[in-house]
């Protein structure tokens, strides 16, 4: 059986008697037309390696396969390993491992590069992003969906309501931009809130290991008390004398410096620890 010759979704699910688990934070896209969009979102995948987490009945992953992806997708709810399994059949392209996204070693799944593609559980979607942003193992892109206020968050510029943490985090390592919008009723269940996809691509110069632990610490400590101004959210790690160092303005709030002036207050943290 090929790809094109298996039953759709929802005839799969019935006939596996699936339902989606609400403590995992599942909601399945079932919908191949949408589907079909974010793989181009995330293309060219021809030939490619792709890594999806919580495939659950393989909607996405029908569409990565389609688009000639080689996919290898990480689930950790059992039950739906006979229906991927049927996918990987009909495919050949399709690896299906079953594990904790959190605790996988994505280099040695991938063998080395590989895009990220995935329609991420909401309950692990920020952990995840954080640690693929974070490790020495560097995504070719990512191309993710997350609800919408995560999204908007991970995408916000200075000044917006919306900047904080992961918006600085997420932009000193990679371009980030929300590349479509989703409303509830595209999943099965209709989730409680929209989603949103977001497409992260690599900037050329990566912050080292140390300066990327250096700005979650100045990150956790500026937007944590992000109503003081930096002089004393910062206190812990320097107050005022970082942001001389800094050359940011010690009286400013977090919402308004820019990435480059949060990667500048990490490396001043470190030069001044050392």
């Known amino acids: 059986m090929s790809l094109d010759q298996l039953p759709p979704l929802r005839e799969s699910l019935a006939e596996h008697g699936l339902l989606a688990k609400k403590s995992f934070g599942q909601h399945f896209l079932l919908d191949l037309n949408v589907t079909r969009k974010i793989a181009r979102l995330a293309g060219p995948l021809d030939g490619a390696t792709v890594i999806e987490v919580g495939p659950g ?125 989703l409303p509830a009723r595209a999943f099965t269940p209709p989730p409680k809130v929209a989603s949103a996809v977001v497409r992260l691509d690599p900037l050329p110069h990566r912050p080292s290991a140390a300066e990327l632990a250096a700005l979650e610490r100045v990150t956790a400590a500026a937007f944590g008390q992000r109503r003081k101004m930096l002089r004393s959210s910062l206190r812990a790690l320097g107050g005022e004398a970082l942001c001389d160092g800094a050359g940011i303005d010690p009286n400013a709030r977090a919402e308004v410096v820019d990435i480059a002036g949060f990667l500048q207050l990490a490396r001043t943290s470190l030069s001044s620890s050392s």
């Open 57 to 181: 009945p393989g909607g996405l992953t029908r569409a990565l396969l389609e688009a000639g992806a080689r996919v290898i997708a990480v689930e950790k709810d059992a039950r739906f390993l006979p229906l991927l399994q049927e996918l990987a059949d009909a495919s050949g392209k399709l690896t299906v491992v079953e594990a904790d996204a959190l605790q996988v070693d994505e280099a040695a799944l991938s063998g080395g590069q590989a895009h990220v593609v995935s329609n991420l559980p909401y309950n692990v979607g920020t952990p995840l992003l954080i640690k693929w942003l974070t490790e020495p193992w560097q995504a070719l892109s990512m191309t993710l969906m997350f609800q919408k206020e995560v999204a908007d968050r991970i995408a916000a510029r200075p000044g917006s309501s919306a900047y904080g943490r992961l918006a600085v985090i997420s932009q000193a390592v990679a371009r980030a931009q929300v590349v479509m919008d």
